[in-house]
Nanobody, 120 residues
């Protein structure tokens, strides 16, 4: 059974930084893509950034130049470095992974979510 374990959320002042981590635990799977979504109160969940197996990255326009997604393939872990945080970045951040396995085929997983709060 695969699980996504997130860490790194918290409270920070505007202009500050946070780093989120998400590790995919389990065995016998490959990773097609991993990324981060966020959902603010009263809003739809939106893509923040993702990274493909090829290494290609995509970012929401609102975070370009401030957030950086990276990965450690050996640890099946993806990171989101968030700099110059703004109050509008406040949301629950969810890790997302598109995995594949000879056992379960292609499958999408979600983390439990981690709160990021940016005070003004």
């Amino acid at each position: 059974q695969v699980q996504l374990v997130e860490s790194g959320g918290g409270l920070v002042q505007a202009g500050g930084s946070l780093r989120l981590s998400c590790a995919a635990s389990g065995s016998n799977f490959g990773i097609n893509a991993m990324g981060w979504y966020r959902q603010a109160p009263g809003k739809q969940r939106e893509l923040v950034a993702d990274i493909m197996q090829s290494g290609r990255t995509d970012y929401a326009d609102s975070v370009k130049g401030r957030f950086t997604i990276s990965r450690d393939s050996a640890k099946n872990t993806v990171y989101l470095q968030m700099n110059s945080l703004k109050p509008e970045d406040t949301a629950v951040y969810y890790c997302n992974a598109h995995l594949w396995s000879s056992v379960f085929g292609p499958k999408e997983y979600w983390g439990q979510g981690t709160q990021v709060t940016v005070s003004s």
